[in-house]
């Protein structure tokens, strides 16, 4: 069922610029994905930068990561009923709220609302792929949209070793002051450059079903990230998983019998769209084990026997290749899903991704081993990030490609989620002692993680084979604005 409607209300009638619009719209994302890393190096240091307890500051992370995941698909639903381009400028002004409120803190609790502000920015990204699709014409559609879908992972690789610097050349509030910088550049950008759509879904917002999906994300999130710290069988932890499911099923029965629900589930339950947002969880799960090992590893110091004792600033160097390397993957994505369709590079990517992870398990006692396995998972993700999308807008009609992108985005956002409770466990339940009562992961408990990596990428590659093959891109007959990446209409409907 689709709730497809065209509203021209004061659409913006400049003439896209293509080059423009994607490098506008992939500098934004980028920006916005840079919040991920952004604490990163502060993390040893903020319970005494906040005044605070160890357990009570990482709420700082915990608070963008539930922001995030709310925002993402309500922010998504907005765009494709009342402009996109309008609700991306609302999410870089929050943005910038956030960052300046982060960085006038000085305690924990304008801290935690300063980056809950930045959470709420996490719709950039789907908002971005969606204005693509409106805007660009057919033959630039496919690298575009790589581009984008893969500035998540090359925001998070340059901003690792951009914050260390920060972090350790000035105040720590500069972080928060450039980030809010970036934001405004971001935001003028858009307002100079990207054109407002016409195509609009129209309609009432859903509220109840906002509602409830974002206590249900809330509670799944939150057992997942604070879990080890809480109990995994503590009566918490279990009654928030519980709460989740049972939120999620009258979710699902409100949202089946809404008019104009916030996520149309007989489109999500389309076998094409269904299985890739399954594997865009699962891979966002196999993503996430290079971020939480690979600095962790850099940063032991050399008596274990295998930690290699770099700084932070030296870690985030040997990262950032990786996220030069999904910027360059992206175009050769593009490229390979017009060939073969973007099935083949989505399995493509996950052969990668396993591939550099099988490096790692062998590959961990110098410097130059991390960068090539790094490089090779970052190889393997610009390729998978830059297909999702491809297969997703070929799936869907044209007026819900914000909703269905952030839906796409929130599934490898709850991957990552998972990743990092799973392989924070196994790092703190396999440990050696370096004495005075000082423990550290040892190296089977990293090997155990790159190994899981290389399951989990597997796993993904299995679910991505019974996705129904498309003709490639190429193939498609649209020349211009609102052409699809593949043609959806041929989909069936699921009733």
């Known amino acids: 069922m689709s709730h497809a409607a065209t509203a021209p209300a004061s659409p913006d009638i400049r003439a896209p610029r293509p080059n423009a619009v994607v490098a506008v719209l992939a500098f934004a994302g980028i920006v916005v994905a840079l919040m991920q890393t952004l604490v990163i190096p502060l993390i040893p240091q903020l319970p005494r ?47 910038v709220t956030g960052s300046v409120v982060a960085a006038l803190s000085s305690s924990l609790v304008p801290m935690i609302a300063g980056r809950t502000l930045q959470g709420l920015a996490a719709g950039v990204i789907p908002l971005g792929i969606s204005i693509m699709r409106d805007e660009l014409p057919a033959d630039r559609l496919g690298s575009a949209t790589a581009m984008m879908s893969a500035s998540l992972g090359v925001g998070g690789a340059l901003g690792l070793p951009a914050a260390a610097f920060l972090a350790e050349s000035t105040d720590w509030h500069m972080l928060f002051w450039t980030s809010a910088g970036f934001g405004v550049v971001a935001a003028v950008l858009v307002l100079s450059l990207v054109p407002e759509s016409a195509v ?194 070929g799936a869907v009609p044209v007026s819900e490609t914000a909703a269905a992108n952030s839906l796409n985005t929130l599934m490898r956002a709850i991957g990552t989620s998972i990743s990092s409770a799973v392989s924070g466990g196994i790092l703190a339940g396999l440990t050696v002692s370096l004495g005075g009562g000082v423990s550290v992961p040892s190296q089977d408990g990293f090997r155990v993680v790159l190994a899981i990596g290389a399951g989990t990428a597997l796993l993904a590659l299995v679910i991505m084979a019974f996705i129904p093959g498309r003709r490639p891109a190429s193939a498609g ?17 699921v009733s």
């Open 49 to 95: 930068l906040l005044s605070a307890s160890p357990s009570d500051a990482t709420w700082a992370i915990t608070a963008t990561l539930l922001a995030s995941a709310v925002a993402t698909p309500v922010v998504g639903r907005l765009g494709d009923m009342y402009g996109k381009r309008r609700m991306l400028l609302v999410s870089l002004g929050l943005l």
């Open 477 to 493: 007959k649209g020349k211009g604005r609102h052409a699809a990446v593949t043609t959806h209409e041929k989909q069936p409907s």
């Open 200 to 393: 609009r879904s129209g309609g009432r917002f859903d509220l109840v079903g906002a509602a409830g999906l974002s206590v249900a994300l809330v509670c799944l999130l939150l057992a997942i990230s604070k879990g080890s710290a809480w109990g995994w069988g503590s009566g918490l932890t279990v009654g928030l998983f519980a709460a989740a499911v049972v939120v999620l099923l009258l979710w699902g029965w409100w949202e089946l019998r809404a008019a104009r629900p916030l996520v149309d589930l007989r489109t999500t339950a389309r076998r094409q769209v269904l299985l890739t947002n399954l594997a865009s969880a699962v891979f966002g799960f196999a993503m996430f084990a290079m971020s939480l090992v690979l600095p962790t590893l850099l940063q032991l110091p050399v008596a274990t026997g295998y930690g290699l004792g770099q700084t932070m600033l030296a870690a985030g160097l040997v990262l950032a290749p990786s996220g030069l390397v999904m910027m360059v993957m992206a175009p050769l994505s593009a490229r390979v899903s017009r060939a073969r369709g973007p099935k083949v590079t989505l399995m493509l990517g996950a052969v990668v991704v396993a591939a550099g992870y099988g490096l790692g398990v062998v590959l961990m006692s110098a410097v130059w081993q991390l960068v090539v396995v790094s490089s090779l998972i970052g190889a393997g993700i610009g390729l998978a990030y830059g297909a999702m999308p491809a297969l997703i807008m």
